[in-house]
């Protein structure tokens, strides 16, 4: 009988600790994804604000401008998205695959989130990228994409 109650004990134990796996531990790439529409702004000119309907705003700031190739970049994000753990921005091209380009930023006060990034060298004069800022709360990832050219200076 008692070896019964410490399988039962065990089997709970074990049950505990999945159901917190899952709930607390659980991968961001697991998470539901809501994405804002890419706003008409330009980020060469100045910051852009996109809305992601039913939640906030998500504003992305990039210096120095025009925005360059190679060269330090500091990047700043102002969200009224509540409950975020994490900040990222994600820098791609739009029409070629540049590798993997993505910052964590730190969170400087409420809402407000900067870090340093740098865009990689590009064998094209212009070239078209999406920068996409990634939110990560406890249930949800906001990603609010924006789009910039940037020219080389060959």
Known sequence: ???????????????????????????RDELPIV???IPSCDLQQGSCTAVIDGVGSVTLNIAPRPIPLVEPLVITVEA???GVRSAE?????????MGYNRFRLKAVADGRYEGDGMLPVCVRNRMTWEGKVILVTESMQ???PFRFD???RR
């Open 1 to 27: 009988m008692e070896r019964w109650l410490w399988v039962a004990v065990g089997v709970l134990v074990l049950a505990v600790v999945g159901l917190f796996s899952f709930k607390y531990l659980q991968s």
């Open 35 to 37: 994405t804002a529409a």
């Open 80 to 82: 009224t998205v509540s």
């Open 89 to 97: 921005v994600d820098f791609s091209g739009v029409d070629m695959n």
């Open 142 to 144: 906001y990603v609010a």
């Open 150 to 152: 940037t020219i080389s």
